[in-house]
């Protein structure tokens, strides 16, 4: 970006921001999908010169740190690795996170849970893989249709609480539908349209 700062974006991800920075008060970016920021601290007349990710659900405002936005139709949350972030939401309220901290907000329930992170589910980013502890196969599939745009489908609602542990690189998402077709406990459909369906290995299609 114009001031220095870096962002990673996922698949089906965009972020819009000006050619150069002129406001001398707030740096601006706007953000669709999910992106890991790391932004670089700025001042101006010895004041420090915010920076914030505006999202459908809430602003981001920061001034120097690194961290996680991911966000649908339905809820945001926000993974802090390093520094300080405010968060703004739309009703005018405001909170305050610390590193190692996520915020998950849920506009249509009302519901704002703020927690230290688990690792259950993460991307590295750096390293580009996708890392799976002990994550329901429902996290999985809602990660991957809103990261990748893959759809898939769990035939049974049971499917959904089994869990799966794992690293692989996130280009290679189709080697994690490999291993469990591999696995012996499900069986994995892929339709003419690229669609995925899991389902227990000794259920019929």
């Known amino acids: 970006m114009p001031d220095g700062s870096e962002v990673k974006l996922s698949a089906h991800s965009k972020l819009r921001y000006p050619i150069a920075f002129e ?81 998950e907000y849920r506009p249509d329930q009302q519901k704002l849970v703020q927690r230290y992170a ?10 580009q893989t996708l890392t799976f502890d002990n994550t329901p196969l429902e996290e999985v599939a809602q990660i991957l249709q809103e990261r990748y745009g893959i759809s898939l489908h769990l035939e049974d609602e049971a499917i959904g609480k089994e869990v799966i542990s794992g690293t692989l690189p996130a280009n290679k998402i189709k080697l994690l539908f ?28």
């Open 178 to 205: 490999l291993m469990l077709d591999q696995g012996g406990a499900f069986k994995v459909i892929e339709n003419a349209q690229g669609h995925y369906l899991i389902q227990f290995q000794n259920q019929q299609h």
């Open 23 to 103: 406001d001398k008060t707030v740096r601006q970016v706007w953000l669709e999908g999910e992106g890991f920021f790391k932004v670089q601290k700025r001042k101006n007349d010895g004041q420090a010169l915010k920076f914030v990710v505006h999202i459908v659900q809430m602003d981001i405002e920061v001034l120097g740190t690194r961290f996680l936005v991911s966000q649908d139709t339905q809820q945001a949350k926000i993974r802090l690795d390093e520094g300080n972030v405010r968060l703004r939401f739309q009703d005018l309220q405001q909170l305050t996170m610390k590193p190692g901290q996520e915020v």
């Open 118 to 127: 688990s690792n259950k589910s993460s991307t590295t980013w750096k390293q």
